[in-house]
């Protein structure tokens, strides 16, 4: 991991702790969630919102002032909302990505839940979907919710990632193994 993603990360931990830890004494923690899904959606869709939030030409005041502005938008909660402003006179805010991530995580242990991403082929079907996420919760003893995608390099099969373990059954590895073993016999 580069230096600057290591930063990163130990700042957006220390940010979704915090929050965490205030929801939760707060009882607030379904309120969180659902500012997290309109942080992701503003970041996943908002060019102009990823712009604000990674650009150094915006100063510290313009900044806070923008964010208020948008957690005002959304209808963020107050909890949110003073971590968002507190970023902003920081100059954090380029650490949100990874605080949604983070924060996301530290309610789904709480919940006792693990979320696994996977990567198929093609769009796996509801009954593949249940199948699976049925499957990994026997594996892993927790719920488990699925995050997929598509990746059709794949050329068929599936790449499941759950925690630090990661299981590879597509294709494209296993043709990527059979060539190595090729090219050690010749």
Known sequence: MSETASISTG???????????????????????????????????????RNLIHSPIYTRDEQGVAIAAIAKKMKISKT??????????????????QLVKTLREAIAEDKGEVTAEVTSAKALTKAQSDKLAKSLTASTGKTVTLQSSVDESLIGGLIVKVGSK?????????????????????
């Open 166 to 186: 990661m299981i590879d059954t597509s294709i494209r590895a296993k043709l990527n193994s059979l060539q190595n073993v090729m090219k050690e016999v010749g």
């Open 11 to 49: 700042i957006a931990q220390r940010y979704a702790s915090a929050v965490f830890d205030l929801a939760k004494a707060g009882k607030t923690v379904k309120a969180i969630e659902t500012d997290l899904d309109a942080l992701s959606g503003a970041l996943n869709e908002s060019e102009d919102f």
């Open 80 to 97: 949110m909302a003073n971590t968002l402003a507190l970023m902003a006179s920081k100059r954090r805010l380029f650490v949100l990505p």
